[in-house]
């Protein structure tokens, strides 16, 4: 599987339109599975998709329960495409506000349908790429793109070195990195600096943390982590 390509979840109960939506998709360089209906898309880990083309009128569970479901209870936020015969106001600004990114009457052009999974795409990108500028844990807030960390929104000063230290483990969280891990990934070929240079700035970096230094843990013998 090539994990740079998006993957697309189609629900529609219209095995024909389901085969050549698929077929276009595909060719347009997407990954696709489909499902035939609401109930059988639930049961696939929907997270793992990057977009949805979700049909309307299916069985008893109906797409707009479907989307419902996905938003309200599951809180899962893959950008969903309605694809649907009722196209009145009422049906569009119900689908609108199920959370969905786009809503395409049918029938439609393949053309244009691939053009509005390219838009919804491009746009659900920047907004998790804007969403990633802030690495949020409980009350810790680091800004990766103003290099700049607040607990309960007050400003706390770090060195260059102590703000990638703690980027690099909140990024990887559970993750453990050994203190010649660090010293790679921090330091780099900068300057020649032991092991102790990694406790030093850890033992500060906690200290400046407050309680929240607690989260920044050791596993003996094997290096530091960040466990929230």
């Keep these: 599987m090539d994990h740079d390509r998006k993957r697309i979840l189609i629900i529609d109960d219209e095995e024909d339109l389901c085969e050549i939506l698929q077929y276009n998709l595909e060719n347009a360089g997407y990954e696709t599975e489909v499902a035939h ?3 059988e898309a639930i049961k696939r880990k929907i997270s793992a998709f990057d977009l949805i083309l ?3 009128m299916m069985g008893a569970m109906s ?3 479907f989307a419902d479901k996905l938003r309200n209870e599951l809180k899962i936020n893959v950008p969903i495409i309605f694809l649907t015969a009722k196209d009145t106001e009422n049906d569009i600004l119900t689908g609108f506000s ?3 990114d786009d809503y395409i009457p049918k029938p ?3 053309n244009e349908l691939t053009a509005r999974v390219k838009a919804v795409l491009k746009r659900s990108g920047k907004e998790k790429n804007k969403i990633q500028q802030v690495l949020r844990f409980g009350d810790i807030q680091l800004d ?3 290099k700049r960390l607040l607990i309960n929104d007050e400003r706390i000063e770090l060195t260059r070195k102590e703000y990638e230290i703690l980027k690099l483990l909140l990024e990887n969280q559970s993750k453990v990195f050994s203190r010649e891990d660090i010293l790679t990934m921090v330091w780099g070929n900068e300057v020649i600096v032991t092991d102790r240079t990694v406790d030093v700035n850890i033992t500060r970096l906690r200290s400046k943390l407050g309680n ?3 989260f920044i843990r ?3 013998g094997y290096g530091y982590y960040f466990e929230f």
Excluded: I, Y
């Design 37 to 39: 209906s609401s109930e």
């Design 54 to 56: 979700l049909d309307v």
């Design 63 to 65: 797409g707009f329960r």
């Design 98 to 100: 199920l959370g969905a």
């Design 108 to 110: 439609f052009s393949v």
């Design 144 to 146: 990766t793109s103003r």
């Design 212 to 214: 929240h230094g607690q």
């Design 218 to 220: 050791n596993k003996s």
